[in-house]
């Protein structure tokens, strides 16, 4: 865990760094000053649509496993998203699973494989995107050539998870043999939830709800990226968001400190200087962007972990135990 904690605060800083240096702090606290912030209001209410859209879709995906009513799972997003916001190495994911566990008897195995299945969908989406505006729009050289390696990098890895869910065999002999032995068990247990949590994509009903849900789950982001736009009074198109946020996405993929911080500002300064935006401006829009992310996700996520009761303590040996079935004879997953 602390190692974990360190290596994202390495890195935190050092994307903050890259952020800053071409910068005038002087120019990002004019730029945030002179903001129109009327556009927060829909920013936030956008945001809030979003988590509506995403916890459907989370019913959906966990619907083959167990049927669980829409609001414990709200609740539970929330405070999964909350966790991310305050604490290390994304125990926010795990803080979600052991919520909704508590609220409605979801098996962590099941959680799991549902957030998993939540990753490839939001992957998938992103490139879906991508390559809409690419296709569609004209886009700056070097956020198309960004684009092209992201393709031949993400599309490869999809296919190997599509192929190892209906393929396992192969996949988990390697791991054996190449898996050191003290890790061994461990990361079998990890590819065998790994692989529980692609079952949905057997279920063609179930998948095609859950893409669907993500189009307009991830167009409400775009919305309130190209309100953030105007809040500033950026003179850029929807494509533009759209590029913005995907390149924002991929960033806070990158191991960082709690609450993404410097990771998402440098990939949201990175996207928007494209667009010949002035670094002052960009990352003012980042700052901009990320509190209407931050402070209404993480009061709402603090108010329902309140009323659930949990604890962080309860954190303790999840991390691990989030590997292993829920029970050490396998049984009642």
Not at 70 to 83: C, H, R, V
Not at 216 to 224: C, F, R, Y
Not at 230 to 239: F, G, M, Y
């Amino acid at each position: 865990m602390i190692w974990k904690l360190l290596a994202g605060l390495v890195l935190s800083a050092f994307f903050l760094w890259l952020a800053l240096k071409d910068a005038q702090l002087s120019e990002v606290w004019g730029a945030v000053q002179a903001a129109d912030y009327t556009w927060m209001v829909p920013m936030v209410l956008l945001t809030l649509v979003s988590f509506l859209l995403r916890t459907w879709r989370w019913q959906v995906l966990l619907a083959s496993a167990q049927r669980v009513k829409f609001w414990p799972l709200l609740s539970s997003t929330f405070i999964g998203f909350m966790g991310n916001n305050v604490l290390p190495a994304r125990l926010g994911e795990l803080l979600r699973v052991q919520a909704i566990r508590t609220a409605a008897g979801v098996s962590r195995s099941a959680a799991l494989g549902s957030l998993v299945m939540e990753r490839i969908l939001d992957i998938s989406m992103l490139l879906v995107f991508f390559l809409f505006v690419l296709v569609a729009g004209k886009l700056p050289p070097e956020v198309k050539s960004w684009g092209i390696y992201l393709v031949v990098v993400l599309v490869p890895v999809l296919a190997a998870v599509i192929v190892f869910r209906f393929q396992p065999k192969p996949f988990l002999r390697i791991l054996e043999k190449v898996a050191p032995g003290r890790l061994r068990p461990r990361l079998l247990a990890m590819a065998s939830n790994f692989h529980v949590g692609l079952g949905a994509l057997e279920n063609g009903r179930e998948l095609g709800l859950a893409a669907f849900l993500s189009v307009p789950m991830w167009a409400t982001l775009v919305g309130v990226v190209v309100c953030g736009f105007r809040a500033l009074s950026l003179d850029l198109t929807t494509e533009a968001g759209v590029i913005t946020l995907v390149i924002m996405a991929v960033g806070t993929m990158v191991p960082s400190a709690p609450g993404f911080i410097g990771t998402l500002q440098y990939a949201g300064t990175l996207a928007l200087t494209q667009y010949d935006v002035d670094p002052s401006v960009a990352l003012s829009f980042t700052l901009l962007y990320h509190a209407s992310q931050w402070f209404p996700v993480t009061a709402v996520g603090l108010v329902f972990f309140l009323q659930q009761h949990l604890s962080l303590d309860q954190l303790r040996g999840l991390e691990s135990a989030a590997d292993a079935a829920d029970n050490p004879k396998g049984e009642g997953t």
